[in-house]
């Protein structure tokens, strides 16, 4: 069977010191990340829109970045209405779709 880490909404912004009703985004998927990484490594992680607050291209940077930090496996990252695609590619965040095993 396959396990499949799902994200969705990180929100993250550009700037690290900067914080989005109270919540520093950045220390908030840090702490997801570890907490899930830590029940056990998933097969693939698939995140799912609004990966960033505003579609800053530092902010893509700091999401692949902390996702490679702690997992090396298949990754899906597909957009919501508050990203944008051009920085998304820039950034190198894989988007073409997944094949796993059967699946």
């Given at each position: 069977?396959?396990?499949?880490l ?15 009703l109270?919540?520093?985004t950045?220390?908030?998927l840090?702490?997801v ?9 998933p ?5 799912s829109?609004d990966?960033?607050q505003?579609?800053?291209?530092e902010?893509?940077?700091a999401?692949?970045?902390?996702v490679r930090q ?9 957009p ?12 190198g965040l ?8 059967e699946w």
């Amino acid at each position: 069977m396959l396990e499949i880490l799902h994200i969705t909404d990180v929100h993250l912004l550009g700037d690290p010191a900067r914080r989005l009703l109270n919540v520093n985004t950045r220390e908030s998927l840090a702490s997801v990340l570890q907490q899930a990484i830590g029940e056990g490594v998933p097969d693939a992680i698939v995140t799912s829109g609004d990966l960033t607050q505003d579609g800053e291209p530092e902010a893509y940077e700091a999401f692949i970045a902390a996702v490679r930090q702690v997992f090396d496996g298949p990754l899906l990252c597909t957009p919501g209405n508050h990203d944008l695609i051009g920085p998304m590619i820039t950034a190198g965040l894989p988007m073409a779709p997944l094949r796993l095993g059967e699946w």
